[in-house]
Structure formats: structure tokens, C-alpha cells
């Protein structure tokens, strides 16, 4: 059995023999199911307040979570992430009755810069060096409408990466946030770098290579009752609070229509968010629509859906508190305010004052770059073991 110590809980003293694991959460296993396992009282769930009750919704299949359980196997306490900023904790109190709340996660985040010198091939050599079995795929979208050829990559050409990941227990958590790469194939480098202020990348001169993608808003009526929150501190019920997606308030039976192109590839049930359709639209992202009242006709799992398509209806299914839509983004298997993307404005290129200061930082860059080519002694890049992640590699 597997050891861990998690410094996230400080505050409660563990017995002795309690025994911690670290595993997978099974597929077709619900919170509520979870609790029955362990002999625990539906009622710690059905007495949460709406956005926690969401937040167990949350929990997604293969999910790496924290168990203590004691000899006899009752559970002293369990931790289960629930995005990159939030987990939820249920545990024993010193009454021997069980407590729900939710914690921050206490990640650290590393950015290297690091050069790495072809020897066999572009995934293989990325992945000795740091260990991270995503970056390449990352750096191969980058340049996927270029002229850049990686077949044509030979023994002694490199490969230069900017990157931040964030780490939780030695584990690497969420997707590496790749923010400049360099490509030199027989001696002519190729650059992306991304652009902080539009999320986009662009070559060393400024050149856009970044495609957009156009979501709509999935309801005529917009008056927004709660908004995203990754983790949030309530100064009043002294506890950190979190609502992975966006509430619209709107009448019963209003029309919910997909917010992009396409496919459902969920539709049914999903614990307390009721009725619910997901909807795969490739490059990454999935849009959740919940407490449907009913689905719309001609809609089914496995369909191919256009923007705009008439996919159900408002309703309060699920643990809702009145009829609203909850609409959830994910990119990557990670949780983004719809918002952000939804209202996002069409930004064409860099011009006068953000381009000249784009510029700047990319020549730092490629100094950089062009140092630790040079240095024999090269940064050796911290590793992390990576949770299994079977999103789509994704280029915003």
C-alpha cells in the first residue's frame, strides 16, 4: 500500500494505524454511491448546499483521490480533487461524526526554460528530459499548419521549451502551460510564443498562428445568477467556496441551445446536476449543460450537433434550487469560466505598443534559448509523474 504524506492536512492529528492510499476513483462510482461503501449517511450529502452538492458532480473517472481508512476499514478521511484548485474532504471528527468541506489545493508551480538535443526522436528525447509525456504533443499542435517538419528533425538538431507545470505530491497536475518553443531543423530555427494578453501565439515577428474558436451564448435569456469561481474564501462561513461553471437564471422550458459544432457525448443523468448533456467539440473542449427539464427531439448521445442547435430545456432536475441553466467549460479536463471564452473579443494580430513589447520579451526568450543550446552543463528539468489524462491536447 502506497504512503503519502499531505501536508494540505496539518490540522488533524491521524491515529497511528490509519492506512493511506492513493487511487483511481472507479468508473460508474458516484459520491453518493462512495458514502454507501464506507456505511456513511446520505444525509452529509443531502444536507451540502447547492454548489457543493454541484461540486461532487464534479468527480470524474480515474480521478486520483486520498483515502485514510482504519483497521477495520471505516474511512478516517478521503481527499478527491475535484479541478486544479479544489478538492473535497470528508472526514471523522472527535465525535466519530462525519464532516464535509472543501480545501484549496496547495499546488506548486515551476517554469523552466530548457534545450534538448535530438538523439532518437522529438517525443522520445522531450519525454527523457522531463519526464512529461504531454509536452510534445503540446509542441507538435503548435506547428501543425507550418512548414515545420518533425520527421525531417536529425540527430543533433534541438528542440528549446518555456513551460510552467503545476505539481501536487510529486504529481504533475493539469496540463504544462507551454509558453514559447524553438524547432531548429538543419541549423533554421522556428519560434511560438504566446501572447498573455489574447492566449494566443504568434511567431518571433509577431505573426499569428493561433486558431479561434467561437462559442455563443447557449440561452436568450442571460441574466446571470452565479458565476465561475475556482476557489473562493467566504469571510462570513469562514470556509473556501468554488462553482465550476456559469448560472444563468431563466424560466422553466426555455430553449438551451449547444454553444459550438459538436458531438453529445453524454446525456442523462449526472448526480446533482440532474439532466445533463456534454458536448465534445474537439481541440480540447467540452461544454456541460445541466437541470435540464427534458431534452430537446432528435437529440441523442453519439449525434453531431451544430452552434446553435436546439439541444433542451431550462428546468431545476437534479439538487436545484429554481430552474437556471448550469453551464460548465472544461479545456483540457479542466474547469474555465465560460465567460471568459464566451465574451472573449476577436483580436486580429498585435499592433503598436503590444506587438513592440511582445517583441522584447521574445528576444529575451530567444537569448535564452540560444544560452542553454550553447551550455554543455544544460538545465536538467524537474519531473513529475504525470495522472493519467485522456483530454485532448488542446492550443488556445
Known amino acids: ?6 501536508s494540505t492536512i496539518i490540522f488533524f492529528n491521524f491515529l497511528y494505524s490509519a492506512q493511506v492510499e492513493e487511487l483511481n476513483w472507479p468508473r460508474g462510482e458516484s459520491f453518493l454511491t462512495f458514502l454507501d461503501k464506507y456505511k456513511i449517511s446520505q444525509k452529509l450529502y443531502f444536507d451540502l448546499e447547492k454548489e457543493d452538492k454541484e461540486l461532487c458532480s464534479e468527480i470524474t473517472a480515474d480521478r486520483t483521490y486520498y483515502l485514510y481508512t482504519e483497521d477495520d476499514g471505516s474511512l478516517n478521511q478521503v481527499l478527491i480533487p475535484v479541478s486544479e484548485d479544489i478538492q473535497l474532504h470528508v472526514y471523522k471528527d472527535s ?9 484549496p489545493i496547495n499546488y506548486t508551480e515551476q517554469t523552466q526554460t530548457v534545450a534538448i538535443q535530438i538523439t532518437e526522436s522529438v517525443s522520445h528525447d ?7 509525456v504531454t509536452l510534445a504533443a503540446v509542441l507538435k499542435s503548435l506547428f501543425q499548419d507550418s512548414d515545420v517538419n518533425f520527421r525531417k528533425m536529425q540527430k543533433g538538431d534541438f528542440i528549446a521549451l518555456k513551460y510552467s507545470q503545476k505539481s501536487y505530491l510529486g504529481k504533475a497536475l493539469g496540463m504544462p502551460d507551454l509558453t514559447a518553443a524553438m524547432v531548429q531543423i538543419s541549423g533554421k530555427p522556428f519560434y511560438r510564443f504566446k501572447n498573455e494578453k489574447d492566449d494566443k501565439y504568434y511567431d518571433e515577428k509577431g505573426v499569428g498562428f493561433t486558431k479561434s474558436y467561437f462559442f455563443q451564448m447557449p440561452v436568450t435569456y442571460q441574466r446571470i445568477s452565479s458565476v465561475f469561481t475556482n476557489k473562493r ?4 462561513l469562514k470556509r473556501f467556496r468554488a462553482h465550476l461553471g456559469t448560472d444563468f437564471a431563466a424560466p422553466t422550458g426555455r430553449n438551451i441551445y449547444a454553444a459550438a459544432d459538436g458531438r453529445v457525448e453524454f446525456m442523462g443523468v449526472k448526480g446533482g446536476y440532474g439532466n445533463v448533456i456534454i458536448i465534445n467539440h474537439g481541440n480540447g473542449y467540452k461544454t456541460l449543460y445541466a437541470h435540464q427539464k427534458n431534452f430537446a427531439k432528435g437529440i441523442r448521445q453519439g449525434a453531431t450537433v451544430k452552434k ?12 436545484s434550487s429554481g430552474p437556471h441553466l448550469h453551464l460548465g467549460l472544461y479545456r483540457n479536463g479542466t474547469a474555465i469560466d465560460p465567460m471568459t471564452v464566451i465574451t472573449k473579443p476577436k483580436i486580429e494580430g498585435l499592433d503598436g505598443k503590444d506587438k513592440a513589447t511582445f517583441l522584447a520579451n521574445t528576444k529575451n526568450i530567444i537569448q535564452k534559448f540560444d544560452s542553454e543550446m550553447q551550455n554543455e552543463n544544460r538545465t536538467t528539468p524537474n519531473k513529475f509523474e504525470r495522472v493519467s489524462d485522456r483530454s485532448d491536447i488542446n492550443i488556445l
Open 126 to 132: 522531450i519525454q527523457k528530459a522531463t519526464g512529461d
Open 233 to 236: 474564501w467566504h469571510p462570513v
Open 95 to 103: 465525535n466519530n461524526e462525519y464532516k464535509f468541506q472543501t480545501l
Open 308 to 319: 446553435g442547435t436546439h439541444i433542451g430545456y431550462v428546468g431545476s432536475t437534479g439538487l
Open 1 to 6: 500500500m502506497k504512503k503519502i504524506i499531505l
